[in-house]
T-cell receptor
Framework: SQQGEEDPQALSIQEGENATMNCSYKTSINNLQWYRQNSGRGLVHLILIRSNEREKHSGRLRVTLDTSKKSSSLLITASRAADTASYFCATDSGNTGKLIFGQGTTLQVKP | GAVVSQHPSRVICKSGTSVKIECRSLDFQATTMFWYRQFPKQSLMLMATSNEGSKATYEQGVEKDKFLINHASLTLSTLTVTSAHPEDSSFYIC???????????????FGPGTRLTVL
């Protein structure tokens, strides 16, 4: 079953612009992770944020977590055409490694 | 980082045949692996948790007799799709927890996926 929703489902921006994707979930979590998937390929782990953290950065990525609203956001700054991919959030509720994925956001960055 | 491989990367088979997909953790031991299925333009759906040395735990709605999972060693889990039908055509992805050996303990490492097409 899906843990939550992501919005937008699809996002199209110009190179250099920022892209923001949101993820909501339903149950309490231990951590939330963001993944990237190029078309027809496997998943690439981007960033993990724990339930006691509010914000995390990695390069051009910024992730926030609001456990009171059960939501997270992924910001990609200064986007590049190579950022074109699908982005998924996934929650781990039991520290078991068992992940429940959101619906995903398809990002297109136009050169 | 830790590496997980899958074999084969793509398979085409006739309806009614069985297909085995392997998932290996190449440079770390994984007592637990996970199998996901992804239909086109959809998200990943967790199918089952593969436990080394014991029976797999299946998610609700997943037929355990159709999707046989064997986790015979700390580096290998196999998923066998028995009597495959066209509706089983999908992208199957495994993951392993990096809790033992290299890799962060709470990071999942995903295989590259196996594209199954059943004719």
């Amino acid at each position: 079953s899906q843990q939550g929703e992501e919005d937008p489902q699809a996002l199209s921006i110009q190179e250099g612009e920022n892209a923001t994707m949101n993820c909501s979930y339903k149950t309490s979590i231990n951590n939330l992770q963001w993944y990237r998937q190029n078309s027809g390929r496997g998943l690439v782990h981007l960033i993990l944020i724990r339930s006691n953290e509010r914000e995390k950065h990695s390069g051009r990525l910024r992730v926030t977590l609001d456990t009171s609203k059960k939501s997270s956001s992924l910001l990609i700054t200064a986007s590049r055409a190579a950022d074109t991919a699908s982005y998924f959030c996934a929650t781990d509720s039991g520290n078991t490694g068992k992940l429940i994925f959101g619906q995903g956001t398809t990002l297109q960055v136009k050169p | 980082g830790a590496v997980v491989s899958q074999h084969p990367s793509r398979v085409i088979c006739k309806s009614g045949t069985s297909v085995k997909i392997e998932c290996r953790s190449l440079d770390f031991q994984a007592t637990t692996m996970f199998w996901y299925r992804q239909f086109p333009k959809q998200s990943l759906m967790l199918m089952a948790t593969s436990n080394e040395g014991s029976k797999a735990t299946y998610e609700q709605g997943v037929e355990k007799d159709k999707f046989l999972i064997n986790h015979a060693s700390l580096t290998l889990s196999t998923l066998t799709v028995t009597s495959a039908h066209p509706e089983d055509s999908s992208f199957y992805i495994c993951s392993a927890n990096g809790g033992s050996g290299r890799g962060a303990a709470d990071t999942q490492y995903f295989g590259p996926g196996t594209r199954l097409t059943v004719l």
